[in-house]
C-alpha cells in the first residue's frame, strides 16, 4: 500500500528541478501513506512527473522501490496497491518467455513485465488486485491513470491553469494535489448538494471544481495532444451484474453454491494473506467478519490475530459478540474498550483525514479500530461488501415490500396519507405507539420519513428517498443544481435484475466504493494501515452475481449462501442475531458533550458570512434536535463535517 502523485506540466515554464520538487511535495503531503521510502521521476521535455510513497509490503528491499521502469524502458510506473495473483502472472510470463530476469519479488515489477509483455489494459484484466496507478508510456508520450474494478484505492485527477499554460494534477488524496502550486480549484457547490443527500461525494466528483475521481474498473489516458481525459473500462459491474442475471446457476443445489462459495473466498483469503510484514483482520462478531478470519484460521498454522473495538454505551457494543467468535476460533483477539472522550477525540481529526466532506459517523469507530490494529500489525483483511453482495441489509427487502403495496395504491389516496402521518409530531407519534411492543426506536422520526417518500413514482426514486439525508439539498446549498447520479436519472441498464437486486447494484456501484470503501481506506491509511478486502475478488463478485435471489435471501434473512460458508466453522448461535451496525451515538453528543463545538459551527452569522449554506433549514433543525422533538442526527452531521472541512481547508 502507497500513496502516488505527480503531474503533466504543460506550461513551458518548468525546470527538471521544479519538476521533481513539486510532485515531491505532493507525494510529501501523503506520507502517512507511505513512510517507509519514496521516490520521484520526471522528464522535463515531456512535462512528465511521478511521485511515489511507499508502504513496504511485500518485498521490503530497495528492489521495490518506485517510480519503477519496465526492462524495456517503454513504461514508468508509481503503484499503490497489491496484485494477489502476482506470482502466477509472473510463471504464465516466464513459461511464454516474456520474462526470465527479475529484479525482486514485487508486485510492481511483476505488471511492468506484463505491460511490456501484453500491454497495459490485457494486464489488468489478468491481476487480481487493488490499485491505483499512473503509467507513462515513453514512446507514445501518453499518461495513463488505472483504478482497480471495485475502486478499493482512491485516485483524483483534473487539471489547474498555471502561468503559461495547464497543469494535470493526480493523486491518491486531495490533499496531494492542494500541494501543487497551480492548484486553485473552487469549491463545487453541486457536488455540496449531493453530499447532503448521500453523506459522501459520488464518483466522478469531487468537493473541487474540476477535480474528478477516476470510477472503479476504468483507464484514462490523457497527453498534451489529447488534454481532454478519455476514459475507457476494462471491467464493468453492470455488465457482470446483468451477465450474471442472464446466466444463473440454476442447476446447481445449495449445498454446491454453498461449497463454491466456500472454495472462492479460500482462495482469496489465502492470496490476501500473503504479506512480508505482520498481518491481522477486523472483527466486529458479524456474519462478514467472522466468515473471513475463519477462513484466514482454517488456513493458519498460528493463531490470527483479530481486533474488535467496543464501547460501554447499550446498543452500540459488538465486541462481546467479537470475543465469543474469537474465542471459538482460537484467534489472538485484542478488544479496546472506548470512551466517549477517546471517540470524540477523533472528531477534530476528521477534516484532514478524510480529506473532503464524509459524514457517515461509523467513520470514528473505523479509525479506533485501524488504530489499534496498527499497534500490532501492518495488513488488516475485513469482511466489507458481504452485505452488497449477498443482500444483507434489511432496507433491500423493506423497500421492496414497501414497494409491493405503496404500487398497489392510487396516487391522490398516498399523498392523503403521508398529509396525516405529517400531521402529528414525531413525539406525538412516540407517545402515542411507543408502549406497543416491538415498535423500534424513534417511531415517529421514522413514519415522518417514510411520509416522505409515499409519492414515489417508482421502486428506485422510493429507495433513492429512503437513502437520503437531506431530501432537497439545493435548497440548503446556495447557488446549487444538484447532478444526475446513477441513483437518479443515470441510472444504468439493469435487465433481468428484480427490485431488491437493482437496489444491491446500486449500492455495489455507489455507496459501496464512495462510501464504505473510502471509510476504510482514509481511516486505515491514516495510521498507514493496509486493509484488504478478500470479498471484492472480482471472481467472488462475479459469482455471487450469478447465484439466485432466492440463495441469499431466505425467510426474510439474508445473506444465507454466505452464513453457510460460516456456519461450518463458527456455531449458529453464536452469530444469529439483530445486525447492529458500526455506529456511535451521535444523536446524544450533539445534544450534550458536543453541543458547543456544533453551536460555533452552526452559528447563524458564520453560515452566512461564509455563503454556502442557508442557515434556516439548518437551525431550524438544531433547534428542533436541541429539544428532542427530534432527532436530526444525520442531517446535523452532515453540515457540521462540511463546516470542520472547510475551517481546516480554507
Not at 521502469?69 to 517503454?74: A, D, N, Q
Not at 514512446?139 to 484505492?153: F, M
Not at 406497543?436 to 411520509?451: F, S, T
Request: with cysteine.
Amino acid at each position: 500500500m502507497c500513496g502516488i502523485a505527480g503531474q503533466l506540466n504543460l506550461t513551458g515554464q518548468s525546470t527538471e528541478g521544479s519538476l521533481l520538487a513539486e510532485s515531491k511535495k505532493m507525494a510529501d503531503a501523503i506520507v502517512h501513506r507511505g513512510p517507509d521510502d519514496h521516490g520521484v521521476w520526471s522528464d522535463l521535455e515531456s512535462g512528465i512527473s511521478l511521485a511515489h510513497r511507499r508502504l513496504a509490503i511485500v518485498d521490503l528491499s530497495p528492489a521495490g522501490h518506485q517510480p519503477m521502469p519496465s526492462v524495456s524502458g517503454r513504461y514508468q510506473m508509481v503503484f499503490n496497491g497489491e496484485i494477489y495473483n502476482h506470482l502466477v502472472l509472473r510463471e504464465q510470463l516466464q513459461q511464454a518467455g516474456l520474462a526470465s530476469v527479475w529484479r525482486g519479488h514485487s508486485d510492481t515489477e511483476t505488471l511492468l513485465a506484463g505491460f511490456d509483455a501484453w500491454g497495459i489494459e490485457e494486464t489488468l484484466k489478468q491481476s487480481i488486485g487493488m490499485f491505483a496507478i499512473a503509467v507513462w508510456d515513453t514512446i507514445l508520450d501518453v499518461l495513463v491513470l488505472a483504478r482497480d474494478r471495485l475502486g478499493e484505492k482512491p485516485l483524483f485527477y483534473g487539471w489547474q491553469q498555471a502561468a503559461g499554460g495547464a497543469v494535470f494534477l493526480f493523486g491518491s488524496e486531495l490533499k496531494a494535489l492542494r500541494a501543487h502550486p497551480a492548484f486553485g480549484a473552487s469549491v463545487n457547490r453541486n457536488a455540496l448538494a449531493l453530499y447532503l443527500r448521500h453523506n459522501y461525494i459520488p464518483a466522478p466528483h469531487s468537493i473541487y471544481e474540476g477535480i474528478s475521481k477516476l470510477p472503479p474498473g476504468s483507464m484514462l489516458t490523457v497527453s498534451a495532444r489529447q488534454r481532454d481525459p478519455v476514459i475507457s473500462q476494462y471491467w464493468s459491474a453492470v455488465d457482470k451484474m446483468v451477465e450474471g442475471a442472464a446466466n444463473r446457476k440454476a442447476e446447481l443445489s445449495p449445498g454446491e453454491a454453498v461449497d463454491q462459495l466456500e472454495t472462492l473466498l479460500k482462495s482469496a483469503v489465502a492470496q490476501q494473506m500473503v504479506a512480508d510484514v505482520p498481518l491481522g483482520a477486523f472483527l466486529s462478531g458479524g456474519v462478514d467478519s467472522s466468515t473471513i478470519v475463519a477462513l484466514m484460521q482454517a488456513q493458519s498454522e498460528r493463531p490470527v490475530k483479530t481486533f474488535t473495538i467496543g464501547f460501554h454505551e447499550k446498543g452500540y457494543n459488538e465486541a462481546e459478540h467479537a470475543k465469543a467468535v474469537a474465542r471459538h476460533l482460537g484467534t489472538d483477539h485484542t478488544e479496546l474498550y472506548v470512551t466517549p472522550e477517546q471517540a470524540m477525540a477523533v472528531i477534530p481529526l476528521l477534516a484532514k483525514m478524510y480529506d473532503e466532506p464524509f459524514s457517515d459517523s461509523s467513520q470514528i469507530p473505523t479509525f479506533l479500530v485501524s488504530q489499534l490494529a496498527r499497534e500490532h500489525v501492518t495488513v488488516s483483511l475485513s469482511g466489507d461488501a458481504g452485505d452488497e453482495l449477498f443482500s444483507g441489509y434489511t432496507r433491500y427487502s423493506m423497500t421492496a415490500n414497501m414497494w409491493g403495496k405503496l404500487s398497489r395504491v392510487p396516487m391522490p389516496m398516498r399523498k392523503a396519507a403521508a398529509a396525516s402521518l405529517k400531521a402529528l409530531s414525531p413525539g406525538t407519534w412516540d407517545a402515542l405507539l411507543g408502549w406497543l411492543p416491538r415498535v423500534g426506536h424513534r417511531l415517529g422520526d421514522k413514519l415522518h420519513k417514510g411520509a416522505g417518500v409515499l409519492d414515489a413514482a417508482s421502486v428506485n426514486e422510493l429507495y433513492h428517498g429512503l437513502v437520503s439525508h437531506w431530501a432537497d439539498p439545493a435548497q440548503v446549498v446556495i447557488g446549487a443544481q444538484e447532478p444526475q447520479t446513477l441513483l437518479t436519472g443515470l441510472q444504468p441498464s439493469l435487465q433481468g435484475l428484480d427490485p431488491v437486486e437493482r437496489m444491491m447494484a446500486l449500492d455495489l456501484l455507489t455507496y459501496l466504493p464512495d462510501d464504505i470503501l473510502t471509510k476504510v481506506d482514509r481511516a486505515s491509511m491514516a495510521v498507514t494501515l493496509e486493509s484488504r478486502v478478500p470479498m471484492l475478488d472480482h471472481r467472488v463478485v462475479e459469482f455471487a452475481w450469478q447465484l439466485p435471489q432466492s440463495l441469499k435471501q431466505r425467510d426474510g434473512v439474508g445473506k444465507w449462501v454466505l452464513r453457510q460458508v460460516l456456519y461450518k466453522h463458527v456455531p449458529q448461535a453464536l452469530i444469529d442475531r439483530p445486525k447492529m451496525g458500526f455506529g456511535i451515538p451521535i444523536d446524544a453528543w450533539l445534544r450534550g458533550p458536543l453541543r458547543d463545538w456544533a453551536e460555533a459551527l452552526l452559528d447563524e452569522s458564520r453560515l452566512r458570512r461564509e455563503g454556502f449554506l442557508r442557515p434556516e433549514p439548518i437551525r431550524q433543525k438544531w433547534l428542533e434536535h436541541q429539544s428532542g422533538v427530534r432527532n436530526w442526527a444525520y442531517h446535523l452531521w452532515d453540515i457540521l463535517i462540511f463546516q470542520a472541512w472547510l475551517e481546516e481547508n480554507s
